[in-house]
């Protein structure tokens, strides 16, 4: 089984559906309830969002200028890898563990937001991937992010 290592660089909740984005330094997860006070854990299939910092700066690129990346609306942020573009992956964060459900897709917010950019993260999953709690436990900035593909 192959793993790819890289660092949680941001993590961000949503209070309510729809509400900004609200970073953290650190976040409880639990199985039944996703991150500890974003609006969207309990979501089937939909309770993690991740966001890969490569992918997000791509399709940004081709748009316009930088962005910041919680305008995406997603939970975790990673730099060090690309988005896996496969589901049933497996992501290890500390004592968190991730099961990839499916890709997340960009929906019209992300061309309210700017013009293409929706289009622009089309292309190898670069929208993230929506995961589900198979282990909760603590998450921190900074810590150790590793993937499994599906075995």
Same mark, same amino acid.
């Given at each position: #089984?192959?793993?790819?290592?890289?660092?949680?660089m941001?993590?961000?909740?949503?209070?309510?559906?729809m509400?900004?984005m609200?970073t953290?330094?650190?976040?409880?997860?639990?199985v039944?309830?996703?991150?500890?006070?974003?609006a969207?854990?309990? =979501?089937?299939?939909?309770?993690?969002?991740?966001?890969f910092?490569?992918d997000?700066?791509?399709?940004?690129a081709?748009?316009g200028? /930088? #962005?910041?990346?919680?305008?995406?609306?997603?939970?975790?942020?990673?730099?060090?890898?690309?988005?896996?573009?496969?589901?049933?992956g497996?992501?290890?964060i500390?004592?968190?563990?991730?099961e990839?459900?499916?890709?997340?897709?960009?929906?019209?917010?992300?061309?309210? =937001?700017?013009?293409?950019?929706r289009q622009?993260?089309?292309p =190898?999953?670069?929208?993230?991937v929506?995961?589900?709690v198979k282990?909760?436990?603590d998450?921190r900035?900074?810590?150790?992010?590793?993937?499994?593909?599906k /075995?």
């Open positions: #089984m192959s793993t790819q290592e890289a660092t949680l941001g993590i961000a909740i949503a209070p309510k559906i509400a900004d609200e953290r330094e650190a976040v409880s997860v639990a039944e309830t996703g991150i500890d006070g974003d969207r854990g309990k =979501k089937r299939g939909r309770q993690v969002t991740i966001l910092e490569d997000w700066a791509d399709a940004v081709e748009t200028p /930088a #962005m910041d990346w919680t305008e995406r609306r997603a939970n975790l942020l990673v730099r060090g890898m690309r988005s896996p573009q496969e589901e049933g497996v992501f290890t500390g004592d968190v563990v991730l990839v459900a499916m890709e997340t897709d960009p929906c019209e917010i992300m061309e309210g =937001k700017r013009p293409g950019l622009a993260m089309t =190898k999953w670069r929208g993230g929506c995961c589900v282990s909760g436990g998450l900035l900074g810590d150790a992010v590793s993937y499994a593909p /075995a």
